[in-house]
């Protein structure tokens, strides 16, 4: 850790020039990497090993992506079963599986047949374990230790609370209660809500009476986190492009009522969307008007963008164009232009950053970025739960601080979770995604 952190505070002495700042994140990231490297534990290395070897055995990689999004949304156990053989027939039994788990789902498929109601839940348990270090149990006693054993490691956690797909307001409000609970929780500081989660009946021809019914909804969340002591953060998430608007517009006129003056609230904005930009300038604009005024500061949370499939989709059943930018090498350079845009110290007076990202490069350039610009108290570092946790230990070494995006289910409501699981596994295997690399990455190497 020693030449990361010598690196970085060069970069604050000396003030690195724009011209040289790449080159100096690269040398930094392969520092990072190495460091992570020798850190990492043996239950670590095995689960890399396994998860790179995904990323070569295509015909498994389809498996798995048909098994989380397919299987467990059937209405009965024997619909399960039978979806369960039918995809061992199409795509094998995958390769990249240890030997004892491919035995295992060979003998699971066979006896699905004869008794699908015992043998099925098993398979549910198996999944619900294999992703229990990226979904949270919701139960109270499980996740306060893991709640604890974070906090005891330096890291900071963010909760999303997963349930039912909320196509009613009877769903809307019990996950709405359900937030208000999570703020109740001594142990829980900081939550992420989407406005889709807690009001069902977005109509954007309806736009006055969508915002409003929001905007009632929020100062419920709002208002529980001020009453708890101390003071919990609400971060709004980002949807699809069709949100964006509508939910600034209600972040902006929510925080300057009154009564929510003096909170500080945060808000999500994806670099995939041309449009973040241009609204991140807008944002901070209003938030250091806030500031001068005698409000609080916001904090703004940039990511690159998790709805992609969804805008494909949307686009192309409408014939619409496609709402983010349409190569990755886009968003990845609109994500460093908001980094800078979030960087500056006349931003960051009344706007503080959370850079969300498992890239290493962004994170070694947003390093030295906010090193050069005097803002490190001001810009922090955001990553998945459960995604690399070698890597995640080096950030938060390097960075002083690290936040844990989280997201937690009850075990009931487990299937509901299936969404998350399926686009963080397209994330993971997208070949120009970094994670898709990540877990056989070596310095020197073509990765």
Request: glycine letters at 4%.
């Amino acid at each position: 850790m020693t030449q990361v952190c010598d690196r970085i505070d060069r970069c604050r002495q000396f003030r690195t020039d724009d011209d040289a700042l790449p080159a100096e994140a690269v040398e930094l990231a392969r520092e990072l990497l190495e460091e992570a490297t020798r850190g990492q534990s043996l239950a670590e290395r095995l689960q890399a090993r396994q998860m790179a070897a995904m990323m070569h055995d295509a015909p498994g990689k389809a498996f798995t992506f048909a098994m989380a999004d397919q299987v467990f949304r059937a209405p009965t156990a024997a619909r399960e079963a039978k979806r369960f053989r039918d995809l061992v027939d199409d795509y094998g039994v995958p390769e990249y599986l240890p030997l004892a788990a491919r035995v295992a789902m060979r003998v699971g498929g066979i006896a699905s047949a004869a008794a699908p109601e015992i043998v099925m839940p098993l398979v549910a348990e198996k999944m619900r374990q294999e992703s229990a270090s990226v979904i949270l149990p919701a139960e109270e006693k499980k996740l306060r230790r893991h709640l604890i054993r974070r906090r005891e490691a330096g890291m900071r956690m963010n909760l999303n609370q997963l349930g039912e797909a909320v196509m009613g307001e009877e769903e809307a409000r019990h996950r709405l209660e359900a937030n208000i609970a999570r703020l109740a929780d001594p142990d829980t500081d900081y939550i992420s809500v989407k406005i889709s989660a807690i009001f069902s009946q977005i109509h954007l021809v309806a736009l006055d009476e969508t915002l409003l019914a929001i905007k009632d909804r929020l100062r419920l969340l709002y208002r529980a986190a001020m009453t708890a002591w101390p003071v919990k953060f609400v971060n709004l998430d980002m949807e699809e492009y069709r949100d964006l608007r509508l939910t600034c517009t209600a972040f902006r006129e929510l925080l300057d009522e009154p009564e929510f003056r003096k909170l500080e609230a945060g808000i999500v904005l994806q670099a995939y969307l041309p449009d973040a930009w241009p609204v991140q300038r807008e944002l901070n604009t209003w938030a250091i008007r806030r500031v001068d005024a005698g409000g609080a500061a916001i904090k703004i949370r940039i990511v690159k963008g998790a709805n992609l499939a969804m805008e494909k989709v949307d686009a192309e059943t409408h014939d619409w164009p496609l709402a983010p930018y349409g190569s990755k090498v886009e968003v990845d350079a609109n994500f460093k232009r908001m980094l800078h845009e979030g960087c500056r110290p006349e931003n960051t007076r009344a706007v503080r950053l959370g850079v969300a990202s498992h890239n290493l490069f962004d994170i070694a350039y947003g390093l030295l970025l906010r090193a050069r610009e005097g803002v490190e108290d001001r810009v922090e570092f955001e990553m998945l739960e459960g995604m690399a946790n070698h890597q995640a230990r080096t950030v938060r070494d390097a960075a002083k601080g690290l936040l844990l995006y989280a997201p937690v289910v009850k075990r009931e409501d487990f299937h509901s979770a299936i969404a998350y699981l399926v686009r963080r596994l397209d994330e993971n295997t997208s070949p120009e995604n970094f994670l898709h690399d990540l877990f056989g990455m070596k310095p020197g190497d073509a990765a």
